[in-house]
């Protein structure tokens, strides 16, 4: 069953002085087994989203339903809607600032327990997270202040995989980590997604990321939804998006510039080794032309 | 919502009151609490009534603003006008088995629940005609001549300042912590009180942890800009009294003369 947002608003502080707008009339469905990404501009309403989503905050208008029941009616009994929300796993900015236990195992091991699994299970439960996102077992007894930035990160993100979500949601799980802590999170996420069918929500600054793992994106702006498709959907619109303040994956940018340069390329791909035989083909065709001449 | 606190709100305006220097407002609302204590009857809380609501009047700034500081005040101040009403002694004019009210306990009341609602409105009028930071550089001058025994005027005064920036970081990060631990299951609402001071862990320590970083960054941020405490430190705008400052010193003075007046002739 799917996620879906019925034309949702948000209001920050309403019926103040400094109230402020944050979403509008947004509706949007993600399918079980999906991979989005969702990028825009600084202070489009991205966090926001997805903070209702998981059922953090309640929309001002609109509806928010998982798998078609409104997690926000206050008909429906207290605890399924706990037990619905709980369905979605959220992983901050900066998801660091919320660990809090003396060791890693047992910072995991916390959601797991909020949800009602005893020692044994929680435990189970968080060895198996720290396995899935590349975690080695050895620093399961260490304090999680003692690791690195990115080991922290990961902590984080087992923390909350470890209470099995249905939707894992990243809030930009990548920002201040160098590129190849991003990488491997990222390709761990995909693979969650792949193996155990997750279904993944990606927040993003960074075309590049959005592009090579998202089955589909939504552009935000300014609290609405801008656009939504299939990468090669989206970055066609490069113009738009440059005026949006966002840009275009490096490769496709690339690719554009080779068919500004008159060379017979297609520049709809966002994919790197798409690219390269995109390139590659062109090349080739260029060389045999020119030993036939 | 947390965010929605508003601790010494400043609202930005031009008005005189807002150009006053700081230590000619701080100045004036002592005067102003020192006559509100003097006065003892009718004629004075007519005097100092006036002379509040011409400040607010002169500070442009709206009624609500002061409605808003008085509010959570508001359960104290009814608390004080009851107690007030019942216990003071005198001619009985209501009464209901044990309890009763007399005429001077209901006089009593008024003046009470006038008193404290000024008190409350002028300390507003302080906080929301002058930015944090002019407020406590006020203080800090007015603190200078105790250095000699021993007051760290500019550190109390840099202190105050720092905790006054830091307080909507402090509460836009308990914020987050807070829904980040709710995403992940957290109950700050339900169970015992055992319970419910347990919950507070997974906010606390993150809180805590994430404060004392900031504390060390801003520590080495300020060194690092040559900070040195107090001594030898100038300023990129000088508080310095103009004409209007001796205006309201002068007002001030009147204001006492005038609320001593009132208890002595009637
Ligand atoms: N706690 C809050 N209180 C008041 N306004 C807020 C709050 N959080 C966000 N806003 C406002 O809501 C709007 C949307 O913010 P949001 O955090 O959803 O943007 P975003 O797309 O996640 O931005 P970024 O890319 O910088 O993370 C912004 O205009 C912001 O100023
Ligand atoms: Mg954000």
């Known amino acids: 069953m799917p996620l879906e947002v019925k034309n949702v608003e948000y209001t920050y502080s309403?019926?103040?002085?400094?109230?402020?707008?944050?979403?509008?009339?947004?509706?949007?469905?993600?399918?079980?087994?999906?991979?989005?990404?969702?990028?825009?501009?600084?202070?489009?309403?991205?966090?926001t989203l997805v903070q209702l989503l998981c059922g953090l905050m309640e929309p001002s208008e609109g509806q928010i339903l998982i798998d078609g029941v409104d997690i926000n009616n206050k008909e429906t009994p207290k605890d399924?809607?706990?037990?619905?929300?709980?369905?979605?796993?959220?992983?901050f900015q900066y998801p660091e600032h919320q660990l809090f236990e003396e060791t890693?195992?047992?910072?995991?091991?916390?959601?797991?327990?909020?949800l009602g699994f005893n020692e044994e299970e929680a435990k189970k439960l968080a060895k198996d997270a720290m396995k899935k996102v590349g975690l080695p077992l050895k620093y399961a007894e260490e304090s999680p202040f003692d690791l690195s930035g990115g080991q922290k990160r990961r902590v984080a993100i087992a923390g909350v995989l470890a209470m099995k979500p249905k939707y894992l949601i990243l809030d930009e799980p990548t920002a201040g980590l160098d590129p190849q802590g991003r990488e491997e999170i990222l390709a761990q996420v995909q693979q969650m997604q792949k193996e155990l069918g997750i279904t993944i929500i990606l927040v993003s600054h960074s075309m590049d990321d959005v592009a090579r793992f998202a089955d589909r994106i939504i552009v935000m702006n300014k609290g609405e939804k801008y656009l939504e498709g299939t990468p090669r959907e989206i970055f066609a619109h490069d113009e738009e998006l440059i005026s949006l303040g966002l840009g275009i994956p490096q490769v496709t940018q690339i690719l554009k510039r080779l068919q500004k340069e008159g060379w017979a390329v297609r520049t709809d791909i966002?994919?790197?080794d798409a690219a390269k035989e995109e390139i590659l083909k062109a090349w080739r065709a260029r060389k045999g032309g020119n030993n036939h001449a | 919502m947390l965010r929605d606190v508003t601790i010494?709100?400043?609202?930005?305006?031009n008005s005189l009151l807002h150009r006053l220097d700081p230590r000619?407002?701080?100045?004036g609302v002592l005067f102003f609490m020192i006559s509100l204590f003097v006065i003892n009857n009718m004629v004075g809380y007519w005097l100092m009534v006036i002379s509040a609501v011409g400040m607010i009047l002169l500070s442009r700034i709206p009624l609500k603003y002061f409605l808003k500081g008085i509010k959570p005040l508001l359960l104290i101040i009814i608390l004080t006008v009851i107690l007030q009403a019942l216990m003071t002694p005198g001619e009985i004019i209501w009464q209901?088995?044990?309890?009763?009210?007399?005429?001077?306990?209901?006089?009593?009341?008024?003046?009470?629940g006038t008193r404290l609602v000024l008190l409350v409105s002028i300390t507003s009028l302080l906080t929301l005609t002058t930015t944090p930071i002019v407020l406590t550089e006020g203080i800090e001058k007015m603190l200078n001549p105790f250095k000699v025994i021993g007051v760290p005027a500019h550190e109390l005064a840099m202190m105050m300042t720092i905790a006054l920036r830091f307080i909507p970081t402090l509460i836009e990060e308990t914020d987050k912590i807070m829904k980040a631990q709710a995403a992940r299951g957290a109950?700050?609402?339900?169970?015992?009180?055992?319970?419910?001071?347990?919950?507070?862990?997974?906010?606390?320590?993150?809180?805590?942890?994430?404060?004392?970083?900031?504390?060390?960054d801003l520590a080495t941020a300020m060194e690092a800009r040559g900070y040195h405490g107090g001594e030898g430190r100038t300023r990129l705008k000088e508080l310095h009294f103009a004409g209007k400052d001796y205006g309201a010193f002068g007002m001030a003075v009147i204001l006492l003369l005038a609320a001593i007046a009132t208890r002595v002739l009637f």
């Open chain 1, 14 to 47: 309403p019926n103040t002085p400094n109230a402020s707008v944050a979403l509008k009339g947004v509706d949007l469905t993600i399918d079980e087994g999906e991979f989005v990404g969702i990028i825009g501009h600084t202070g489009s309403g991205k966090s």
């Open chain 1, 80 to 91: 399924i809607r706990k037990k619905l929300r709980l369905q979605v796993g959220m992983v």
């Open chain 1, 104 to 114: 890693v195992l047992k910072d995991i091991c916390f959601g797991p327990k909020n």
């Open chain 1, 270 to 272: 966002v994919e790197l």
């Open chain 2, 8 to 13: 010494g709100q400043y609202l930005p305006g």
């Open chain 2, 24 to 27: 000619s407002k701080i100045n």
């Open chain 2, 96 to 112: 209901w088995k044990f309890l009763h009210v007399t005429k001077e306990g209901l006089i009593q009341a008024l003046f009470m």
């Open chain 2, 187 to 216: 109950d700050f609402e339900s169970g015992n009180l055992i319970k419910r001071v347990n919950a507070l862990i997974p906010i606390l320590v993150p809180l805590f942890l994430s404060a004392l970083k900031r504390a060390e």
